[in-house]
Every structure is written in C-alpha cells, then in structure tokens.
C-alpha cells in the first residue's frame, strides 16, 4: 500500500508574508523574510486599529517606528495616507521594507530610514509639517519592560513635534503600565488580545 506524502504544518502567521487588508492594496503581500527578527500585528488586531482609527488615515502622514515587515504603515498607504516614514534599525530588514514599497508601487510615497527609533528624543530626522501625523509605535514588547524611560522618552519626544489633530499608537501587552506614557491621563486604551493599543488624540471622526 502506497504510504501518503507527509503534509507539512501550517506555518504560524508570523511566518507567512504579511497581508495588507483593507484599502487600495488590499489583498498585496509584503515582502518578508521568514525566522527574522519581525514580529507583524496580527490580521484581527491590524483590522480593528484601523476600523477604530476610521477616517484619521486618508490623508495623514504616517510614521511606523520598529517598521518590522511595514505592515502598518503600508496598510496606512493602502486606506489613504498620503506618505510613509518607515524607521528600521535591522539593516537587512530595511532592505526588504524598500523591497515592499517598490513592489506594491509605493516607493515614491516612501522614506526608509534604517536606524534606532530609540535615538529620535535626541536627534529627531527632519519630518513633513504639513498635514497630521499617524504614528505607529510597536516594538518588541520586551522593550516595555526592559526599556521603559526610553521609550517613554520617544513617545514623549514624537508628540511634542506633532502637528496638531495627530494621532499617536502604542501597541503593548498586558504587561505594560500605560501610566508610564507622557500624558497619561490623555491616551484611549482598547484591549484586543495579545496585544493592548494605546491612543493619544481623537480616534474615528
């Protein structure tokens, strides 16, 4: 008796190419290097950000700080936001954020910075004035803990040069005290498991 081809196991989402899931480039893969050091926001938790940040992507800038695979700021570009600030410090993973941005036709309406977000307090590149900014502030959650007051400082440091109606996200566990952000009696918090998202400035208009 013939004996079956072993199937392979599903790979865990982490491992499969990230997919853009709403907007213009819905249903676009992004370019991914497999076993890397990028962990991408689930699908469920993505699609819930942007369903509770509603009409405050068309038109924005936005900034994805740990840009990892660029998942967010790319699903930014595909529901309307007008450029894309991508800050990477994995060189390697840089490259492939490049890489996406070309591929899915993009890469006039992008600028990759391969460097430490964590450095930005205290030398902060140049960014577009014009128009509000959609920050995205989602590292590996093990900095919260091991880096708290720098990350404090970042946060602190990217709504003080903010222009006005700009929204900021920090995507954390359960693990992380918000009470440690910069204003924080000022941030929405919305639990969508694994992750808890943190909001300064005003979600869906």
Do not use: N, Y
């Amino acid at each position: 008796m013939a004996r079956r081809p072993r199937q392979s196991p599903p790979l865990p989402e982490a491992s499969e190419p990230p997919r853009i899931i709403g907007g213009d480039l819905r249903g676009r893969r992004l370019a991914h290097r497999p076993g890397g050091p990028t962990r991408p926001m689930k699908d469920r938790v993505r699609e819930t950000l942007f369903d509770l940040l509603g009409t405050r992507v068309k038109g924005a800038v936005v900034i994805d700080l740990f840009a990892g695979t660029g998942a967010l700021g790319f699903e930014a570009l595909s529901r309307g936001a007008v450029r894309g600030v991508f800050v990477e410090r994995h060189f390697p993973t840089a490259d492939v954020l490049r890489w996406s941005a070309r591929d899915l036709g993009v890469a006039e309406r992008c600028s990759v910075i391969a460097g430490d977000a964590l450095v930005w307090p205290r030398r902060m590149p140049e960014l577009p004035r014009d128009g509000r900014w959609l920050v995205f502030v989602s590292p590996p959650w093990q900095l919260f803990l091991d880096r708290s007051a720098d990350l404090a400082d970042l946060v602190a440091a990217v709504i003080a040069a903010a222009p006005a109606e700009s929204v900021v996200v920090v995507e954390a566990d359960e693990r992380f005290d918000p009470g440690l952000l910069p204003d924080s009696a000022a941030w929405e918090t919305r639990a969508i498991p694994p992750a808890v998202l943190h909001f300064h400035g005003r979600l869906v208009s």
